[in-house]
């Protein structure tokens, strides 16, 4: 018997990428079900060969659903995740809403699948931000080797990290300028077109933004409380995938061919580095991909035991999707759900 799954926000980026995903993995769901807002209610939303109608959140009984892949934004999944949970079907949650809960489990299934068996206390599991996500990927072989002590890194964050919105609005702006029209600003706060913006998410009373803010408690969590990081997060004029320069302190000595030797090895990465013209990877070659690419890793010499590399993963998909139907597929692979039982 397979599972039943319901998207939250299927209209939405993340939630059309989750059903793609689904689809592309032969995710063993014997039924899925496409759910938005009313507004969004008879929109037909492609899963595979298939086409789905939404449903209306409001109005679906999740007392048969064995999973929900919750991908509405946090003010939603406050509302809705603790009562989907109540009735027995596990919420994976892409927002921030359940991120910082101590009862809550923050996995990146190539990190930390064990502190998964913590879910049972809420029945939510939170994804991480789409940032932090591909850069713990990138860390936790080389921390499990050396002992991260610090990390300094700059993102380079596409605008469909911001939604629909954020797309259409680079797009729109690029045509405006080609055209002579007038740039009208609507999601982000200056100019996108041809220019980067180093402001993500509100600003805090410390100077940092919430994204950066988000970066330094959530690799905290997945990964080690010890580890100290700052970041700054900028968004650019990209679609599709984010990229970060990365530079990492260690405890204990470790040299750049050390350190791609044991990426090469790692879940969910692919090194591509070759000192050479285009021997890196870039967000365009990223879309539509699921690993975490890393490039450009060579030492930092202005500290000690520092290295320094380049990180490039689709936003949409490891930094969203892909992770929570990988977390899914961590409570299946592990016996930790099983199918409820039908009604006859």
């Not at 039924?31 to 008879?42: H, I, N, P, T």
């Not at 002590?149 to 259409?168: C, I, L, N, P």
């Not at 509100?202 to 905290?220: P, Q, R, S």
């Amino acid at each position: 018997m397979g599972y039943k799954v319901a998207v939250v926000g299927a209209t939405g980026n993340v939630g059309r990428e989750m059903l793609n995903i689904l689809a592309e993995r032969q995710f063993p769901a014997d039924e899925v079900v496409a759910l938005a807002s009313a507004r969004s209610m008879g929109t037909e939303i492609s899963y595979g060969d298939k086409i789905l109608k939404c449903k209306h959140l409001d109005n679906y009984d999740f007392s048969d659903t064995d999973i929900c892949l919750m991908s509405a934004g946090g003010d939603p999944s406050k509302e809705w995740s603790p009562r989907i949970a109540a009735t027995g079907c596990v919420v994976i949650d892409n927002s921030s809403a359940w991120r910082y809960d101590s009862e809550v489990p923050l996995i990146v299934p190539e990190v930390n699948a064990d502190a998964i068996v913590g879910f049972r206390k809420k029945n939510i599991i939170a994804n991480p931000n789409c940032s932090t996500a591909q850069l713990v990927v990138a860390l936790k072989p080389l921390h499990d080797f050396a002992k991260i002590t610090r990390v300094v890194v700059s993102t380079y964050q596409s605008v469909s990290g911001a939604g629909k919105e954020g797309m259409d609005e680079l797009d729109r702006q690029t045509k405006s300028l080609y055209s002579l029209g007038n740039i009208e600003m609507k999601k982000f706060t200056k100019r996108i077109a041809f220019n980067v913006i180093p402001h993500i998410d509100v600003f805090m009373e410390d100077g940092y933004t919430k994204e950066e803010w988000k970066m330094m408690a959530e690799t905290k969590k997945i990964l080690d409380p010890k580890i100290k990081l700052t970041a700054t997060c900028v968004r650019v004029p990209v679609f599709i995938s984010h990229s970060e320069a990365v530079n990492v302190e260690f405890e204990n000595p470790i040299s750049p061919d050390e350190a791609r030797a044991m990426l090469r090895e790692a879940p969910g990465v692919l090194v591509v580095d070759k000192r050479e013209n285009g021997g890196y990877m870039t967000p365009h070659e990223a879309a539509g991909e699921d690993a975490t690419y890393i490039s450009r890793i060579r030492e930092d010499a202005t500290v000690e035991n520092g290295l320094a590399f380049w990180c490039v993963s689709d936003n949409l998909r490891k930094g969203a999707a892909l992770n929570a139907v990988q977390i899914a597929e961590v409570l299946i692979n592990r016996k930790l759900i099983q199918p409820k039982k039908k009604a006859a």
